[in-house]
């Protein structure tokens, strides 16, 4: 079966680094699209980075541009979130998600619904 697993999350302080990873395992990583999102306490949760199945292409909220950088390791089934510059704002759980379905497409996708397996999330919290 499809599994995504995040890690990495923590606790962190205001101005610090977290780099989370996502393991995928039960689909052919290299061919899907995968993406960042992320769900604070009482809020919806929403899009923070993307990338195209080859790493080719990528896009981020405009809250994470700058700061974040989203990369992938296709050997390695893997995708990486380097979060730079935390702000408290940033504090949520963050969750990896996998879309398919438009491979060889380069393009990148925003919105939740557009991706097919997600996975159970990292803590993320930012501290003042």
């Known amino acids: 079966q499809v599994q995504l697993v995040e890690s990495g999350g923590g606790l962190v302080q205001a101005g610090g680094s977290l780099s989370l990873s996502c393991a995928a395992s039960g689909i052919t990583f290299s061919r899907y699209g995968m993406g960042w999102f992320r769900q604070a306490p009482g809020k919806e949760r929403e899009f923070v980075a993307a990338i195209s199945w080859s790493g080719g292409s990528s896009g981020y909220a405009d809250s994470v541009k700058g700061r974040f950088t989203i990369s992938r390791d296709n050997a390695k089934n893997r995708m990486y979130l380097q979060m730079n510059s935390l702000k408290r704002e940033d504090t949520a759980v963050y969750y990896c998600?996998?879309?398919?379905?438009?491979?060889?497409?380069?393009?990148?996708?925003?919105?939740?619904?557009?991706?097919?397996?997600w996975g159970q999330g990292t803590q993320v919290i930012v501290s003042s």
């Open positions: 998600a996998a879309e398919g379905g438009r491979y060889p497409s380069e393009m990148v996708y925003r919105n939740s619904w557009q991706y097919d397996y």
